[in-house]
C-alpha cells in the first residue's frame, strides 16, 4: 500500500501536468489567432468581396452564402478597412475613384524602403522584376539616362512610396526634386548621373555606417564635379544660368 505523503505527492504531480497542459493549449490557441492576423499580402477576391459586403451592410450582391463559408472555415479574415473616398458599386469599386496606383513589383518596393540605390528606369517599368534575368536589351533599358519628365514621373512614385512609410521625408524629397529639376535647367545632359551617384552615395553612407543622409540640399561638391565642364543652358540674351531666353529681363 502506497503510504498517504506518496499519494499526495503523485496528486500533486498530476496536478501540475494537467496546468501544463491547459497552458500550453492556451499558448497554441493564442499563436492560431496571432497567425490569422490579417496582412496585405492575404488580400483577395474573396477578401475584398467581404470587405465590400460588410461596408454596404450586406446589399452586395455577392453570394454571401460562400463569404460564409470562407468565414466559417477560417480561411480568410477581414483586413481590408475600405476608404471613405471609395466609391463602391455592385460589382466593386469605381477604377477611377483610386487616381494614383503606382505598378511598382514589391521586390522594388522593399528595394526603396531599405534605402537601396534604385534604377529609377525600373520605376517605369510596369511591375518590373529587379532580379529578372539580364539580356542585352534590357540592360540598354536599364543604363538609358533618363529626361527631366521622365525622372519627374519615376521620383514621383519613388517619393510616394517612401512617404507611405516615412512620412517625415515628404518636404526633405519635394526639396531634392526642385534641386534636381535646377540642375537639369542648368546642366541639362548631366543631372541624371549627378542623380545616380548621390543616390548611391547616400546608399553607401547608409550601408557602411549606418547614418542618413538628408537629401533636401542634394550635395554641391559632387554636382560640381560631375556637371563642370558640360554644356551649360543659359540665357542667349545675358547668359544668365537663372532663367531661359523667352522671359530675360532685358526684352522688356
Ligand atoms: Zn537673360
Same mark, same amino acid.
Given at each position: 500500500?502506497?503510504?498517504?505523503?506518496?499519494?499526495?505527492?503523485?496528486? &500533486?504531480?498530476?496536478? $501540475? #501536468?494537467?496546468?501544463?497542459? !491547459? +497552458?500550453?493549449?492556451?499558448?497554441?490557441?493564442?499563436?492560431?489567432?496571432? /497567425?490569422?492576423?490579417?496582412?496585405?499580402?492575404?488580400?483577395?477576391?474573396?477578401?475584398?468581396?467581404?470587405?465590400?459586403?460588410?461596408?454596404?451592410?450586406?446589399? &452586395?450582391?455577392?453570394? $454571401? #452564402?460562400?463569404?460564409?463559408? !470562407? +468565414?466559417?472555415?477560417?480561411?480568410?479574415?477581414?483586413?481590408?478597412?475600405? /476608404?471613405?473616398?471609395?466609391?463602391?458599386?455592385?460589382?466593386?469599386?469605381?477604377?477611377?475613384?483610386?487616381?494614383?496606383?503606382?505598378?511598382?513589383?514589391?521586390?522594388?518596393?522593399?528595394?526603396?524602403?531599405?534605402?537601396?540605390?534604385?534604377?529609377?528606369?525600373?520605376?517605369?517599368?510596369?511591375?518590373?522584376?529587379? /532580379?529578372?534575368?539580364?539580356?542585352?536589351?534590357?540592360?540598354?533599358?536599364?543604363?538609358?539616362?533618363?529626361?527631366?519628365?521622365?525622372?519627374?514621373?519615376?521620383?514621383?512614385?519613388?517619393?510616394?512610396?517612401?512617404?507611405?512609410?516615412?512620412?517625415?521625408?515628404?518636404?526633405?524629397?519635394?526639396?531634392?526634386?526642385?534641386?534636381?529639376?535646377?540642375?537639369?535647367?542648368?546642366?541639362?545632359?548631366?543631372?541624371?548621373?549627378?542623380?545616380?551617384?548621390?543616390?548611391?552615395?547616400?546608399?553607401?553612407?547608409?550601408?557602411?555606417?549606418?547614418?542618413?543622409?538628408?537629401?533636401?540640399?542634394?550635395?554641391?561638391?559632387?554636382?560640381?564635379?560631375?556637371?563642370?565642364?558640360?554644356?551649360?543652358?543659359?540665357?542667349?540674351?545675358?547668359?544668365?544660368?537663372?532663367?531661359?531666353?523667352?522671359?530675360?529681363?532685358?526684352?522688356?
Amino acid at each position: 500500500m502506497p503510504s498517504t505523503s506518496s499519494i499526495n505527492n503523485m496528486e &500533486a504531480m498530476i496536478m $501540475s #501536468t494537467l496546468k501544463l497542459c !491547459q +497552458q500550453s493549449i492556451e499558448t497554441v490557441r493564442c499563436l492560431a489567432s496571432t /497567425s490569422n492576423q490579417p496582412t496585405k499580402a492575404d488580400f483577395n477576391l474573396l477578401s475584398a468581396y467581404a470587405a465590400q459586403q460588410a461596408d454596404s451592410h450586406g446589399t &452586395a450582391t455577392v453570394s $454571401s #452564402t460562400i463569404i460564409d463559408q !470562407q +468565414q466559417n472555415s477560417g480561411q480568410f479574415q477581414f483586413g481590408f478597412q475600405p /476608404s471613405a473616398t471609395l466609391i463602391p458599386s455592385q460589382s466593386g469599386i469605381l477604377a477611377s475613384s483610386i487616381s494614383i496606383t503606382d505598378m511598382v513589383h514589391p521586390e522594388v518596393r522593399r528595394q526603396i524602403l531599405s534605402g537601396k540605390h534604385v534604377n529609377l528606369n525600373i520605376l517605369l517599368m510596369p511591375n518590373f522584376q529587379p /532580379s529578372k534575368r539580364p539580356s542585352k536589351e534590357l540592360d540598354e533599358r536599364l543604363s538609358r539616362n533618363l529626361s527631366l519628365d521622365e525622372f519627374i514621373v519615376a521620383f514621383g512614385r519613388f517619393k510616394r512610396i517612401m512617404v507611405a512609410a516615412f512620412a517625415n521625408r515628404s518636404q526633405e524629397l519635394d526639396d531634392y526634386m526642385a534641386h534636381i529639376i535646377e540642375t537639369a535647367n542648368i546642366w541639362p545632359e548631366k543631372f541624371y548621373k549627378y542623380h545616380k551617384l548621390f543616390s548611391a552615395k547616400c546608399a553607401t553612407v547608409l550601408y557602411q555606417r549606418n547614418q542618413i543622409i538628408d537629401w533636401s540640399y542634394g550635395d554641391p561638391g559632387l554636382r560640381q564635379l560631375v556637371c563642370a565642364g558640360s554644356r551649360v543652358r543659359n540665357c542667349d540674351t545675358c547668359r544668365s544660368t537663372v532663367h531661359v531666353s523667352a522671359i530675360c529681363v532685358l526684352w522688356l
